[in-house]
T-cell receptor, first 114, second 116 residues
Framework: AQSVAQPEDQVNVAEGNPLTVKCTYS??????LFWYVQYPNRGLQFLLK??????LVKGSYGFEAEFNKSQTSFHLKKPSALVSDSALYFC????????????FGSGTRLSIRP | NAGVTQTPKFRILKIGQSMTLQCTQD?????MYWYRQDPGMGLKLIYY???????DKGEVPNGYNVSRSTTEDFPLRLELAAPSQTSVYFC???????????????FGPGTRLTVL
C-alpha cells in the first residue's frame, strides 16, 4: 500500500540555522514526490517536486529536497531558516499509475524563533 | 487570473442539513480534486475529476457527491450533514497530459465547515 510518513509533528529551529523536515515514503514502483507549505488559514502552496533525474531538487523560497531511493526518503531542507518560513509543511507521494492515488503526510509544523 | 476560488469561506450546518461547496478554477486545468483536512491530520482525497463529465471516488467519498459539468466548476455536495463531516475542505486543480504525468496541484483557500 502507498503511504507517506512525516515522523516529526513539530520542528523548532533558530533563525539563520539550517533546517530539515523529514519525509519517508512507501510506493510500488518509482514515486512522484512533492512538498507543499500551508500558511495559517490558507490553502496549500506547491514548493517542489521530484519526478526523475537529479536527486537534489530545488524549489521555491530557497528550499530544496533530497531524494534518497535506498532510504525511501525525501527530506526538505534549507541552509538558513527565516522566521517567515514558520508554517505547516506537507510531504506527498503519488503512484505513477493513477492521478487519484496522491497521499499526503500528516504535516510537520515548522517554527523558526528569532 | 484568480486561480482556484472556493465559496463559502465558513459555514455552520445543523445535523441533517444539505449544502454545496463551490469550487471554480480559471486555469483551464483538466484535473480537479476535493480534499478534507481534519485537525492535526493530513489531507484526505474525497473525489476527483479528470475532465468535464468524469468523476471518481477518492479515499473518503461516503456522505459526499460531486459533479463536473464544465471544466471550470467542481461543486461538492453534502446531502445529510453529520458531525463527522466537520472539517476544512480544500479544492485543488492541476493540468496533466495523461494519468502518468506528475501534476502540481493548485489549492483554493478552503471552506471551514462545522456541523452541530
Amino acid at each position: 500500500a502507498q503511504s507517506v510518513a512525516q515522523p516529526e509533528d513539530q520542528v523548532n529551529v533558530a533563525e539563520g540555522n539550517p533546517l530539515t523536515v523529514k519525509c519517508t515514503y512507501s510506493v510500488s514502483g518509482n514515486p512522484y514526490l512533492f512538498w507543499y507549505v500551508q500558511y495559517p488559514n490558507r490553502g496549500l502552496q506547491f514548493l517542489l517536486k521530484y519526478i526523475t533525474g537529479d536527486n537534489l531538487v530545488k524549489g521555491s523560497y530557497g528550499f530544496e529536497a533530497e531524494f534518497n531511493k535506498s532510504q525511501t526518503s525525501f527530506h526538505l531542507k534549507k541552509p538558513s531558516a527565516l522566521v517567515s518560513d514558520s508554517a505547516l509543511y506537507f510531504c506527498a507521494v503519488r503512484d505513477k499509475s493513477s492521478a487519484s492515488k496522491i497521499i499526503f503526510g500528516s504535516g510537520t509544523r515548522l517554527s523558526i524563533r528569532p | 487570473n484568480a486561480g482556484v476560488t472556493q465559496t463559502p469561506k465558513f459555514r455552520i450546518l445543523k445535523i441533517g442539513q444539505s449544502m454545496t461547496l463551490q469550487c471554480t478554477q480559471d486555469m483551464n486545468h483538466n484535473y480537479m480534486y476535493w480534499y478534507r483536512q481534519d485537525p492535526g491530520m493530513g489531507l484526505k482525497l474525497i473525489y476527483y475529476s479528470v475532465g468535464a463529465g468524469i468523476t471518481d471516488k477518492g479515499e473518503v467519498p461516503n456522505g459526499y457527491n460531486v459533479s463536473r459539468s464544465t471544466t471550470e466548476d467542481f461543486p461538492l455536495r453534502l446531502e445529510l450533514a453529520a458531525p463527522s463531516q466537520t472539517s476544512v475542505y480544500f479544492c485543488a486543480s492541476s493540468y496533466s497530459k495523461d494519468v502518468l504525468t506528475a501534476d502540481t496541484q493548485y489549492f483554493g483557500p478552503g471552506t471551514r465547515l462545522t456541523v452541530l
